[in-house]
């Protein structure tokens, strides 16, 4: 039996579009995992310091309102715990198929069918696919000669070997990133000493994690209403935002200018404070919140090296002035490997198009769901749905809403395929191209946003408002619809 929805990743995404597929009645679906438990992003960042960057009370599903949060800003296993009570007040366990690796799909066209196929287990035939695997799941290290020969313990901040212990060690850092600047303060406190490899430096602003009382969680668990007031108050604060890092502004100016303020408070020494100084605009990559890396980088046992890495050897990092430095663990804050093109894993389309490699110079979409030739399948954080300014469940929940909206319209009405028509999507991404010259994610600098040509199918060029907006109504007139007369014939029917 084939079943109506399956889902690829039980991380925010996927248990998100299960949550809202069985509150309108979707009962025959399923989630494939590969992991043996469900998390995502957050199950697989342990990391010391892991945590968010965004409010608890924005990054979290207004439909799955949590009045427990403990911080204005939560640790990832908080989180974890957070995805948890939803996979249990949803009663989603019994749906989720752990250790079920998906290795591609295959649309049947005569069928209005996607073969799931699986790593060493038999395939299964599902109506509409969603694919909300998640651009954050497989780490990347990066490419410098020598990585493989390095002798000593190599760590990715994505994948943290609890049982290693730090103490007495000395130990580098590869990277300067949102990983990289919530790991080093936990390092100096334990390592021997610890070197910081700069390539590029952030823009940094001060983040103040307060707790929540207890009266405040009590509130917010007795009135519903104050903790979405409180909700679309932070929503509101990060639109604002936008003004100054979406697009280069007056505004940038200002963010700039508040980062400054920050780094000369925090970092007295003239030429530490030159070597932490951006020379692109704010914005142009992704902001560091954080008030704990400045005081970190000036700890006794922790330096800051900006040459360039020339190489690992089998003791250590050679930089290009010719200086070997020498450690007993690397950690690589190196981030993942984002599909910017290709995708995950071979999806096959209507006559055997394939879409990576129609992805292969950068990915597209249509409002970053859905992809002309290949019916019924759907995306969540697909192409260009990256928020600059704003919480990712912002966007996801605004995808997953249209997303289960189209999924229960073609089962409702018994459509065998709903496809984007060509010419729409051509229009969405032409239109997305154009307003993307003009933010500051194009605005010159080197960012994990951008192909290595400079396409950006990462980020959405406006407004979070603007976004959720465009996905509010499933525009039929956008779509060819297939239905099947009674004698099992298909029929274009729009």
Known sequence: MSLDVAIIGAGFAGIGAAIRLKEQGVANFALFERDTRVGGTWRDNTYPGAACDIPSRLYSYSFAPNPRWSRTYSGSAEILGYID??????????????????????????????????????????????VASGPLANPSLPDIDGVDVFEGKKIHSA??????????????????????????????????????????????LPRVNGRTSDWTKRLYAKSPVAEKAVRGAWFWGHESVALGVVWDSPFTRVVEALSKANLRRQVKDPWLRRQLTPDFSAGCKRLLMT????????????KLVTWPIARLSARGIRTVEGIEHQFDAIVFATGFEVSKAGTPFPISGIDGRDLASEWSKGAYAYRSVAVSGYPNLFFTFGPNSGPGHSSALVYMEAQIDYITGAITKLLRFGWTALDVRPDAQARYNDDMQRRLQSTTWNSGCQSWYLTEDGFNATMFPGFATQYVNQLKTLDLADYKITATQLNGAPVLTA
């Not at 996979?87 to 996607?114: C, N």
């Not at 130990?171 to 390592?191: D, F, H, M, R």
């Open 159 to 204: 994948r943290w070997d609890h049982d290693y212990d730090f103490s007495g060690k000395k130990v580098a850092v590869i990277g300067t990133g949102a990983s990289a600047v919530q790991i080093v303060p936990k390092l100096v406190e334990t390592a021997e000493s610890v070197k910081v490899f700069q390539r590029t430096p952030g823009w940094v």
């Open 291 to 302: 008030s704990n890396y400045y005081p970190a980088l000036q700890a006794d046992n922790c």
């Open 85 to 130: 009570e939803m996979v249990e007040s949803a009663g989603l366990a019994p749906r989720i198929r752990f250790d079920h690796t998906v290795t591609g799909l295959v649309y049947d066209q005569a069928e209005g069918e996607w073969t799931v196929e699986l790593q060493g287990r038999e395939p299964v035939r599902a109506r509409t696919v969603i």
